[in-house]
């Protein structure tokens, strides 16, 4: 029960051998059942009235080479996003300092990058050990590492970085062509051998299947450790964007994945991340229910609106929850 107690990265007590077939009838099973079963194995790990507060802030935005058909801020899509270059480390720390003043526990700063260039490493070092002396965790999103890199990031002190494998194997060229999904996997291995923590899910809604979604969370509940946050982001759609009109999913099926994420690796944080705002307050509380135990706090996530701190401050009151940092 001891959230200090969690890190997942490197315990041998829970499930690494997970069947593709197992994940799949996880999916199939009555959302009531399923739901149960996440809620009770979350008890078994996690204080279920706690949820942990990140702060998200885009430290660079837009122009990126990639072709990520959701994303606002490649420089192949018209989205009418204002192209910047990395932030002061002075202003990123205002920020920083803001999102501690309104109780999150995490900082969490994110890079329009393919890739990181060794020519950011000093600035972004920099920035790591600033938000660092707050005494908040801090997190990176930065593109692809080698394995140097993502060791001089370890060693100025980031905590955890994300890199999202964002769906299953078989759907990943529908969604982006410019990398594919093992480029995802070595620098994921390359952040765990460099001793960070890693931040890995992925996004629901793109027009992948149930069996994709089964395909995603397999491969994170088989990877060599579970990832210790898992954000299960539903697809905001951008206007510009390729898929700028698609649909919104069920939100049942957000809860459906966050509680197989949940049963699949029971201690790590499951991440109810993008598309809040389309699912209400009870579509949250039943995705608190079924194991998600951490949010994005704060009214910006990179580009598009997130829920304002003080809608969330009412939520949790009257879910009786309180953040957990
Ligand atoms: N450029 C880096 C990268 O791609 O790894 C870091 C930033 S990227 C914007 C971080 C993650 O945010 C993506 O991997 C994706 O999972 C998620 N994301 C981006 N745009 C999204 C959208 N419109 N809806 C939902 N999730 C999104
Ligand atoms: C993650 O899984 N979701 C966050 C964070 N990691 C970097 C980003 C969500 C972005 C949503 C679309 C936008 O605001 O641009
Ligand atoms: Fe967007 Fe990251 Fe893809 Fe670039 S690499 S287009 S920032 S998701």
């Known amino acids: 029960m001891n959230p200090t ?11 690494h051998d997970w069947t593709r077939d197992e994940v799949d009838a996880l999916l199939a099973l009555p959302l009531m059942n399923l739901v149960y079963r996440a809620a009770t194995v979350h008890r078994q790990h996690f204080d279920p009235n706690e949820v942990q507060l990140s702060t998200l802030l885009n430290i660079k935005q837009g122009g990126c080479s990639e072709d990520c058909k959701y994303c606002s801020q490649s420089a192949r899509y ?7 270059k990395l932030m002061d480390p002075a202003r990123v720390l205002e920020f920083a300092k803001a999102a501690k003043a309104n109780g999150a526990g995490r900082f969490c700063m994110g890079a329009a990058w393919r890739d990181l260039k060794d020519r950011n490493l000093d600035q972004l070092v920099e920035i790591i050990q600033a938000v660092r002396d707050l005494g908040m965790e801090t997190c990176m999103t930065l593109g692809m590492l080698t394995p140097g890199q993502a060791q001089q990031l370890a060693d100025a002190g980031l905590d955890y970085y994300n890199h999202n494998i964002d769906t299953s194997r078989e759907y990943y060229p529908e969604v982006v062509t410019t990398r594919t999904f093992d ?3 070595d ?3 390359n952040v765990r051998d460099a001793g960070m923590h890693v931040c890995c899910g992925g996004i629901i809604g793109m027009g992948e299947s149930q069996q994709d979604r089964a395909g995603m969370l397999h491969t994170l509940a ?4 579970h ?30 994945t966050i509680a197989a994420a949940r049963i699949l690796m ?5 991440r109810l991340s ?3 705002r389309s699912i209400g307050e009870a579509g949250q509380a039943l995705c608190f229910l079924a194991g998600a135990n951490s949010i994005f706090y704060g009214d910006k996530l990179l580009t598009t609106p997130n829920p304002d701190e003080s809608s969330d401050m009412e939520l949790l009151e009257k879910l009786g929850m309180k953040a957990a940092n």
């Open 78 to 84: 018209q989205t009418g996003l204002d192209n910047e």
């Open 183 to 185: 480029d995802r996997l």
């Open 274 to 276: 993008a598309g809040r």
């Open 187 to 189: 620098t994921l291995q």
């Open 227 to 256: 990832p210790g946050s898992v954000p299960i982001n539903m697809l905001v759609p951008v206007p510009g964007t390729p898929l700028g009109d698609r649909e919104m999913i069920d939100p049942l099926e957000l809860v459906r």
């Open 222 to 225: 088989t990877l060599a450790g």
């Open 266 to 270: 029971p201690k790590s944080y499951v």
């Open 5 to 15: 107690m969690t890190r997942t990265d490197t315990d041998t007590d829970i499930r």
